[in-house]
């Protein structure tokens, strides 16, 4: 199969998406059309009075928009063209328009890969984000310097993408916008200490990169703190796990007080009711299901919540949640974002709407589109978002804020459950600090 | 010892979608001579009708099965009458190509119909619950399934060994010339045998909608399930087909239990096994 094939391909696959996804809602479709506008020439009438030189800024992205973690991709796309939608409508920034193309990288390295050449090489992208996937990102960074691109990674959340090839390989162009696996390992950990009665920990953990960070992550940090506790059980879960039965009987073979679970979006409403169809709930005391507060995951499992099946021992975290924190920013973008796709924003959207203004900030402050001027640019950057102020760090590219963890809840003021029992630390606090200790990861 | 016989009840549980996946995949093979590589695909179909039936349209559970077995059997029936019979002379490589093809259609088509999004369907009430067995919790939808399984190995032995028109499926299988030649319409009795082959996969699927995910690509997925079992078991043999689905899915389950690190090696290594020392599987003729 020859590389022009595979792309015509997967452009076919692209719009048949699109167009599936518009077919069923309203929504959606808007989504689909700001999402391919690839049919349309872009604007090419060149223009001298432009501060940065074009009439429009090319963002590539991708994200999976396929399969059962497709609402990430979906969520990402929502957030990106909210902001967008809205710069454009205030006449873009430094008078060029903003483009975006969208690319499904399917959770897999290579795709991603291709993807990005694509976007910057043939679609000719100022700026590349998103990817999902943890392999996907750790195969997307390093070619990141031949193609002269930044991208944003506005999900995926190996620790291992900014300690290892930003801070120690000095792959400068790489920058992260998400909480990365600290939040959902180390946070888990500090919330955890404080439950003396919580001894034995069990593990139903995604068996590649991510799933391999947090289960490192969460013991290592964990230890620090109580070296009473025991990991007593692990199970590995694969991409494309339809039924996780066998994994949460062998770990609950092991009689564990606490789960710490990683699978995410579909996969993880499929875990969590098969945990409540195995009884675990019964038989345990908490359960962290990592991405839980995502809201996919919340939407998935409303029914199970509002009847209490969880009995207040499911705990979550994200890399951003809806109810906090309570600020203007915020409230302004989760109103904006309701009104305009009829859902709550999950993280993935809030990070890439941010990404959106992040850029914004960075081109107006350096007023060109080189690589190495928005490098600068961007490092040290702090800027206001919805998840609050994030910095970015300029030793390893990590943009710091802190989100909280908690309970999964039926609130009255919410369609769907949200945390509440909120344990707020400040990101200081859990995120690991240069010069990284290397970390024993293994499966 | 209480530890492997829960798992080994929960792997077996696992089997059992694999066995009606297999058995439909095992039964076309062995009639047809065609290896359905979109035998997954209706498999996905059967689960993606449940969720609209039950899922979007509020139809009874149990309606809901019928009617997605219904529509996957229209399905099975174009795609038999109008394109598989038209290559069963041809090379098997030939047929791969087409029902590969089909894969990619289904999958595509899913997307436009429902999203490329996981759908997941409330849990049907009256499932709810468990029943102890050895002291722990077992869902008694896992329970049900179980039964099911093992009901359609009872009933579709019954109808290949007891009934006519199992007879002439068998005789057609073993000499396609000499059937025809005593009067069975072999045309109209292929495309009945993929349509029950059809069928039996959009079983497995429409039992899983409420506790698997079902998102495009699901099919791909569990067709290289299936090819493992039937390897295991023989390809085009029945009996292999639910042995096969068996030994696959209580040893991922023992594995995921005692080796976590290589489990998902486990079931390829066996098959590499059973490949070398009877390479037509444990019941191939």
Known sequence: MSGSKKISRRELLKAATVAGIGGMTLGLSKVGEAASPKEKPPAQTKSTKKILGVDVIKLGGQGVISGAHADYGWQIQAGAVLAIDEINAKGGILGSKLELKFMDEELKPAVAVKNARYLATDWGAHLLFGVDSSGSAMAVGPILPELDRICMFDHASTHRLTEELVYGKGIKQIFRIAAPVYQESNLAALIFKDFPNIKRWAGIHCDYEYGYSVWALFKDTLKKYRPDVEFVSIAWAPFWTMDFSSHISAVMAAKPDGIIATPWAGEGVMLLRQALMLGVFDNIQAWFQCMGASVDILEGISNEVAAGKFKDKLWATARYIHNYPDTPENNKFVASFRKRWNRFPNYSAENAYSTIYVFKAALEKCRSLKTSDLIKAMEGLKIMTPAGERFFRPEDHQAIYNVPGGRVVKDPNYPIPVLGDLKVFPAQAYYRNPPFEPLAMAK | ?285
């Open chain 2, 1 to 285: 010892m209480e530890t492997l016989v829960f798992q080994g009840l929960v792997g077996l549980s696992v089997s059992m979608y694999l066995w009606l996946l297999a058995a439909g995949l095992t039964i076309v093979f062995g009639v047809l001579g065609v290896l359905n590589f979109a035998h997954g695909s209706l498999f996905m179909l059967g689960a993606y009708f449940t969720f609209t039936y039950y899922g979007l349209w509020g139809v009874n559970f149990w309606l809901a099965i019928a009617l997605s077995l219904l529509s996957v059997a229209v399905v099975g029936y174009f795609m038999e009458r109008f394109f598989l019979r038209h290559i069963y002379h041809l090379d098997h490589a030939y047929q791969l190509l087409l029902t590969f093809g089909f894969i990619l259609i289904f999958d595509d088509a899913a997307k436009m119909i429902w999203g490329g999004v996981a759908k997941i369907p409330a849990m049907p009430s009256f499932f709810e619950g468990t029943v102890s067995v050895v002291g722990r919790p077992f869902p008694f939808y896992n329970l049900f399934i179980i039964g099911t399984g093992l009901a359609v190995a009872i009933v579709v032995w019954l109808l290949f060994e007891k009934t006519w028109w199992g007879k002439m499926v068998r005789a057609s299988a073993s000499d396609r010339e000499m059937a025809s030649a005593i009067g069975v319409n072999i045309p109209t009795l292929f495309t009945g045998v993929f349509v029950f082959g059809a069928m039996l996969a959009a079983l497995g699927g429409a039992l899983g909608t409420p506790v698997r995910v079902v998102a495009p690509g699901i099919g791909a997925a569990m067709i290289i399930q299936a090819f493992i079992i039937t390897v295991i078991g023989g390809l085009g043999n029945l009996k292999g087909a639910f042995v096969g689905a068996i030994i696959v899915g209580t040893l991922s389950a023992y594995g995921i239990l005692l080796f976590p690190v290589f489990e998902l090696f486990l079931i390829f290594l066996i098959m590499a096994v059973v490949l070398m020392v009877k390479p037509q599987g444990l019941f191939g003729g």
